[in-house]
Structures are given as C-alpha cells and as structure tokens.
C-alpha cells in the first residue's frame, strides 16, 4: 500500500530502523529491538517535527503508528540506521546460507535495503563525518593479508 492504513490492512509492521512499513517477511524484529536498545544507550532516541526542535519531541508511541513522516532525528540516529540496514543486509544473506545467527528469521529483503543508492548514501555520510584526515594525525589502524575463499 501507500498509506499507513494500507500497510495496516496488508498485515505489514512499521519499521523503526528505516522508517519504512515492511511485510514481516523483511522485518528483523530482534535487530529493531536491538537498534532502538542501543539509541535509547546513547541518548539518541528522539523524532522531532522540526530541524531546530523548537516543537516538542514526538513520542515513541506516536513514531510507531508510522503516521509521521518528515520528521528529523539526530546524526547519532542517521549512523545508526545507516549502520543497522548493513547488519539487516549481512544477516538476511548469512540467513539465505544458512549460517547461524543470520537473519533473524528473514525470508527477504525489501528493495529500500536492496538499493545500492541508499548504500552509498549512508557511505558518504560516514565519510563526510569521519573521513577527514588531520595533518599530523597518528595512524592506529593496521592492515593485514587475509587469504579469504570466495564461497559467497
């Protein structure tokens, strides 16, 4: 459907993670529990009607009736959701393997997830924030030879 009614009617479930209302073969319900646990840790779990929050935030109960489009939310959240459509991504293929812990019971994707557009979006946000290399700056991360097999 295209209306929060529609969704309903369809048997679909609101999406926290992607905003989107997904038939429950695409919602990874342990990972939304686990994105929402995690901003809750973070003190990033806030949906505002206004970039400027001047208006008061929305409640949980109010985002979860997926009626609120348009709202806007902290950079915190936009990494996390970036962060959590690559894990949802990762565990519906381990699920489609077979291999445990993937998944979460996924039977699909749903084509948000699937677009190589909304990837590299979330790339360019990552990089745009941590990106920038500062002169001087102390390389602390090693890289290493891996010798992988190409079974995917």
């Avoid at 609120?68 to 949802?88: D, I, K, N, P």
């Avoid at 002169?135 to 097999?149: A, H, L, M, Q, S």
């Amino acid at each position: 459907g295209s209306t929060p009614a529609q969704a309903r009617a369809a048997g679909c479930e609101f999406d926290l993670i992607s905003f989107n209302w997904l038939p429950p073969q695409c919602h990874d319900a342990a990972l939304a529990e686990t994105f929402e646990a995690e901003l809750v840790e973070a003190g990033q779990l806030a949906w505002f009607k206004d970039a400027n929050r001047t208006a008061p935030s929305l409640t949980r109960e109010q985002i979860m009736t997926g009626e609120y489009s348009g709202v806007y939310v902290s950079l915190g959240y936009h990494l996390r959701h970036c962060t959590a459509m690559w894990r949802r991504m990762h565990r519906a293929l381990m699920q489609s393997r077979g291999e445990e812990g993937g998944g979460g019971g996924l039977e699909r994707v749903d084509s948000y997830i699937w677009s190589y557009h909304h990837t590299r979006h979330c790339e360019e946000v990552l990089l745009t924030r941590f990106g920038e290399i500062n002169v001087g700056e102390v390389f602390t991360t090693e890289v290493r030879i891996k010798y992988p097999d190409c079974g995917v």
